[in-house]
C-alpha cells in the first residue's frame, strides 16, 4: 500500500466568477521513503495539491471529489479530530517564505518545543530540540534555541521549519517551493539537506518547485503539473533526461541549473490559461510547438508510453 495515493481528485473553488475547478483528475501516488518532485510554472495548482492532502482548503466552500488516502485511510471522509491527527504526525509541510512562516516574537527552540508536546509530548526536552536543530545542520545549536527568527539568516529561518516540520516525525514531508526565496548557494544547501534527510530518516518528500533545474539531485520521480492536471509522470531519471511531453520539454529548455549564473533563459512563450475557462481539448495546445489542429478539439488521455511513464499527450512518441 503507497504511503500516499491520491485518486481522481477534483477540487473546485468558489470564487466571485463562480466555481473553478483547480484540480482536475489528478492522480498520483508516493511510497514510503519516496521523493517525488511537483514541477510546473506557478498557477498551475501544485500548492492546492499540496494542501489538499491534509485537506488544508476550507470545504466547504471548496468542494472536493475523488479520493487522497493516507496510509490507507481517505482524508475527505475524515472526521476533524482525525484530520488533526494526521496533520504534523503523518504530514507536515514547510512553505516558500521561512521569515513569514515562523513566529516573530516566540524563540527558535520555543517553536519546535511546541510542535514537540503537540506530537510527541514523551519527547518534548530541550535536549530533544537541540538535536532536532543539530539533525537540520544548524551550527551551535545549544546557543541558538535562544534566537529568535530575526537573528537568523534565510537559511537558517528554512532549517529551523524543517526542524519543526521534522519534530512530528512525519511519514511525509511536504515542502512546497522551500528554496525559491533564498539565494542559489543555500538553495543547493537545503536540498542537500532534504537529500540527507531522506536517507536518515526514511521518509517520504513531496518536493514543489517550479524549476525542473533544481530536482535532478533528489527526486525519485517527477510529476509534471499543466493548468490544474498532471501532463507526465515518471521516474526522474526518464523524466529529466528524454521528457516526452512538449510542456516538459519546453520547462527543460527554460530551467536555470542549479548553480548557474545569469543563465540567459526566455520564458515559454505565452501564459499559463486561467482556470476559469480553460482552453478546450489539450490546455498547453494554444502554447505547444508540435500542436495539431485537432489538439484542442480532444482532451488526451494521461497514457502510460513507458513502463511507469505516463504522457498526456498522443504526439509524443517516444
Ligand atoms: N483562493 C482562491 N480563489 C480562486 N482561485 C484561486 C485561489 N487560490 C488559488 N487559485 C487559483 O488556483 C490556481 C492554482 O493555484 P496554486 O495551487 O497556488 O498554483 P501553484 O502553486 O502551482 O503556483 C491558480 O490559477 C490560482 O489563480
Ligand atoms: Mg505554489
Not at 488544508?56 to 476533524?80: C, H, K, N, T
Not at 530541550?126 to 545549536?141: H, S, Y
Request: glycine share 8%.
Amino acid at each position: 500500500m503507497p504511503l500516499l495515493e491520491i485518486k481522481n481528485l477534483t477540487l473546485e473553488l468558489a470564487t466571485a466568477d463562480g466555481r473553478v475547478r483547480v484540480l482536475d483528475g489528478l492522480s498520483l501516488s508516493i511510497a514510503r521513503g519516496e521523493t517525488l518532485c511537483l514541477v510546473g510554472e506557478s498557477g498551475c495548482g501544485k500548492s492546492l495539491t499540496a494542501l489538499s492532502i491534509a485537506r488544508l482548503v476550507p470545504s466547504p466552500p471548496a468542494r472536493y471529489a475523488g479520493q487522497i488516502l493516507l496510509e490507507g485511510q481517505d482524508v475527505l471522509a475524515m472526521s476533524p479530530r482525525e484530520l488533526r491527527r494526521i496533520r504534523g504526525r503523518v504530514v507536515s509541510y514547510v512553505f516558500q517564505d521561512p521569515g513569514a512562516a515562523l513566529n516573530p516574537v516566540l524563540k527558535v527552540g520555543t517553536q519546535i518545543m511546541e510542535m514537540l508536546k503537540l506530537h510527541r509530548p514523551e519527547k518534548a526536552s530541550e535536549t530533544e530540540v537541540i538535536r532536532l536543530l543539530k539533525l537540520v545542520g544548524i551550527p551551535a545549536p545549544e546557543q541558538r534555541v535562544d534566537n529568535y527568527p530575526f537573528q537568523l539568516s534565510g537559511g537558517m529561518q528554512q532549517r529551523v521549519m524543517l526542524a519543526i516540520a521534522l519534530a512530528a516525525e512525519p511519514a511525509l514531508l511536504v515542502a512546497d517551493e522551500p528554496t525559491t526565496a533564498l539565494d542559489v548557494t543555500v538553495q543547493a544547501q537545503i536540498l542537500e539537506l532534504l537529500r540527507a534527510l531522506k536517507h536518515q530518516l526514511g521518509m517520504a518528500i513531496l518536493l514543489i518547485t517550479h524549476n525542473l533545474g533544481i530536482v535532478g539531485e533528489v527526486a525519485d520521480r517527477v510529476a509534471v503539473m499543466y493548468a490544474g492536471q498532471i501532463v507526465e509522470l515518471g521516474p526522474a531519471p526518464a523524466v529529466l533526461q528524454n521528457p516526452l511531453h512538449p510542456y516538459t520539454k519546453a520547462l527543460k529548455a527554460t530551467a536555470p541549473q542549479l548553480g548557474a549564473t545569469r543563465a540567459r533563459l526566455e520564458p515559454i512563450p505565452g501564459a499559463v490559461p486561467s482556470l476559469a475557462a480553460p482552453p478546450p481539448g489539450c490546455r498547453f495546445a494554444p502554447r505547444c510547438k508540435i500542436a495539431r489542429p485537432d489538439c484542442s478539439e480532444k482532451v488526451p488521455e494521461l497514457i502510460e508510453t513507458l513502463p511507469g511513464h505516463w504522457v498526456r499527450c498522443p504526439y509524443s512518441a517516444p
